[in-house]
């Protein structure tokens, strides 16, 4: 009898534990105080609880109750009617025990996702215009900020990493690391519309749209299928993945050994001292291999220099720094390896063991593998330099020239698979971990800023990022505004007209204004040659707020320059014509429009002349008597200051579609 009651105490004991363990009333991590639920919409809630059982959500703008029933799962979801922006107001939710949310608002919510320039923080790394200032006038109580940690899956996650356990009031406190460009966009919503604005702010820096698309519409594109299903049946055990991503960088290291022409057999041969520089080309560092004639090369290619060391070095350690390199590298002296490093912007210091130092030339050899945007030796000119250990005041510079030589193309051997299972490059990736957890968050729409890394797939991008566009309204059920960041110009002006690939991936965004309730940010004038990352991030937020302003809230106001529609070719001069707006051509500053090119059957194009005609540009060049083509802004950096009489810059454009740089890159 001891035995059977002691049995039964254990049992209820366990049952009672069980219930307890189970009966726990959850919700999305997305559902905190302080959120914003958009206005006037069906906002969906959702959680778990006990599965059968009955969850209630009582609202205080209404004073109506919700109700739902779990499933077999335990999973609810309830929807609930929104009035327009106001509060504050508290939510209740009551299941296996009650829940409350206060200082709720009522607004208007936006997605705002990229790399890193919509990353780029007011302060930190990013340090905009004005930063301190901005940061002290940024009190902004009914501005709510949410923001997504980094993450990886291999799959769709349910549930999304946040930082600061969810919705923050905007302050001086909480603004410094978020998004600059979400800010001084939301910043403008609230002033102009006086309402609440929630930011749900997920990006992540040298990030390619693919990573940003689901599998589902990666699926439809042959360039992308094969590596997104691959990716998705990658196992889920740590150490089982680990494995697999070990193997498939392997079998893609021995396949881009056999096509290096400086590797034989493993061995780095163009290393070596006596290797043949015939065939290598002279260029300039630092600098990137763009602005070396190669404009959209990812790849791998070697870097060469002979250099002297004097007498008193020899049998001395000595530091060799190559400052950052764009992504990965891998350096040589004298056909020895001294180190490698992964990671662009990463800064390479290496030590030359004193054994190894012996006086008079010497060679340096530098693998570079860069898969996408810039590519190359990204430092500066004083990160450049060899000098004795603890005497590097004794310094001998290297920046200057250097021979050149491209290997492998990753045209020929695919990207190379990422050895870290938690890498952001993968398709799929960041779609998983980023934005599907966000689903279905009643969200007002999204902004974008993103396109560098795909800059060298640019004509890829054309079909890519309407896709991923097309992919998320999908997932939310409905065709939300989309409105997107034109890259800006960057990298060293060049004296004649040429080849650009992120010419050609604005082409790609400007194209992308086909699908509907989309809109475009030009900022081809307020970027910066040397920084890929302009400070200027109040105009990006306030040319993002014009948009939605214009095309989402319906106000009367001008929110894009002149856009490109039609030309039409008269003797000796090409007549360009633009959309209709209320706001004509005009040009910014004083003198003559700049950054026009023209070119007849040739192909080749001049620097042009060009005036305004009303409503029209009239192109022309005494060295194209009969021109058949006009670009206008085609360059990395254009010097261009055609805009309309609101200020608002044209976007770049050309009348030709004549095959570019970046036609063959991607599949």
């Known amino acids: 009898m001891k035995n059977s009651a002691s049995l039964i105490i254990l049992l209820v004991l366990f049952m009672v534990c069980s219930a307890d363990l189970h009966s726990q009333l959850s919700l999305s991590s997305l559902f905190s105080d302080h959120m914003v639920l958009q206005q006037k919409s069906n906002a969906p809630i959702w959680g778990m609880d006990n599965p059968g059982s009955t969850v209630q959500i009582s609202t205080s703008w209404n004073g109506k109750t919700y109700s739902a029933v779990t499933d077999n799962a335990g999973k609810w979801q309830i929807k609930m009617e929104t009035p327009s922006a106001g509060g504050p107001y508290e939510i209740v939710i009551s299941g296996s025990e009650n829940i409350t949310f206060t200082n709720v608002m009522i607004g208007e919510v936006w997605i705002c996702s990229g790399q890193s320039n919509m990353e780029m923080p007011l302060t930190g790394w990013g340090k905009i215009f004005n930063y301190e200032e901005e940061i002290a006038a940024a009190n902004h109580p009914r501005i709510r900020l949410l923001q997504v940690d980094k993450a990886t899956s291999t799959y769709p996650l349910e549930e999304p990493s946040l930082s600061a356990g969810g919705w923050q009031e905007c302050s001086p406190e909480t603004i410094p690391y978020f998004s600059a460009t979400a800010y001084f966009f939301g910043r403008d919503l609230l002033q102009e519309l006086d309402v609440p604005v929630g930011l749900i702010h997920t990006s992540w820096g040298g990030t390619m749209a693919e990573a940003w698309t689901s599998l589902e519409s990666l699926q439809l594109m042959p360039a992308f299928k094969e590596s997104a299903e691959e ?19 392997t079998e893609w290291h021995r396949k881009v050994n056999t096509l290096d022409f400086g590797m034989e057999k493993d061995v780095a041969t163009a290393a070596v001292a006596s290797y043949p520089e015939e065939g290598w080309s002279s260029v300039t560092l630092p600098g990137p291999w763009e602005n070396n004639g190669l404009p959209e090369f990812d790849g791998i290619a070697w870097y060469r220099k002979s250099i002297e060391i004097p007498d008193n070095w020899e049998g001395q350690e000595l530091i060799l720094s190559l400052g950052a390199v764009d992504d990965n590298e891998e350096t040589w002296f004298n056909g020895v390896k001294i180190g490698a490093t992964e990671g662009a912007g990463a800064a390479r210091r290496y030590r030359i063991p004193a054994a190894r130092v012996k006086a008079g030339k010497a060679i340096l050899a530098v693998r570079v593998l860069d898969t996408g945007g810039l590519g190359g030796f990204m430092g500066k000119e ?14 001998e510079n290297l920046n200057g020239e250097w021979l050149f030589r491209t290997a492998v193309n990753l045209n020929d051997v695919g990207m190379p698979p990422q050895r870290n299972p938690e890498s952001p490059h993968y398709p799929t990736t960041l779609y998983n971990a980023m934005i599907d957890p966000l689903v279905p968050y009643a969200i007002r729409g999204a902004i974008w800023y993103q396109g560098e890394s795909n800059a060298g797939r640019a004509y890829q991008y054309r079909t890519l990022f309407p896709l991923m566009i097309r992919d998320w309204r999908t997932k939310w059920g409905y065709e939300f505004p989309f409105y997107f960041v034109q890259l800006a110009n960057y990298m060293q002006r060049k004296e004649a007209p040429s080849a650009s690939g992120w010419a050609e991936l604005r082409e790609a965004q400007l194209q992308t204004l086909r699908l509907h309730n989309t809109g475009m940010a030009v900022t081809i004038d307020i970027g910066d040659a040397n920084d890929i990352h302009p400070k200027n991030k109040q105009d990006v937020g306030k040319r993002l707020a014009l948009l939605a302003r214009r095309h989402t809230y319906d106000e009367d106001l001008v929110a894009e320059g002149p856009r490109y529609n039609s030309y039409r070719i008269e003797e000796g001069k090409i007549r360009i014509c633009f959309k209709p707006c209320s706001s004509g051509p005009a040009i910014r500053g004083d003198g003559d429009l700049k950054g026009f090119a023209i070119a007849g059957p040739d192909r080749m194009f001049h620097w042009a002349k060009a005036h305004i005609e009303g409503n029209e540009v009239v192109v022309h060049s005494a060295k194209v008597p009969f021109p058949v083509a006009v670009r206008y802004g085609w360059a990395d950096n254009p010097a261009c200051n055609l805009v309309n009489e609101a200020g608002l810059p044209a976007s770049p454009f050309r009348t030709d579609d004549w095959p570019g740089t970046t036609i063959n890159n991607g599949g």
């Open 382 to 395: 004083s990160e450049m330099y060899i000098a004795p250990a603890g005497k590097e005041t004794l310094r």
């Open 231 to 249: 990716y998705a049946a990658v196992p889920r055990d740590p150490e089982q993945q680990k494995a697999y991503f070990e193997q498939k960088f």
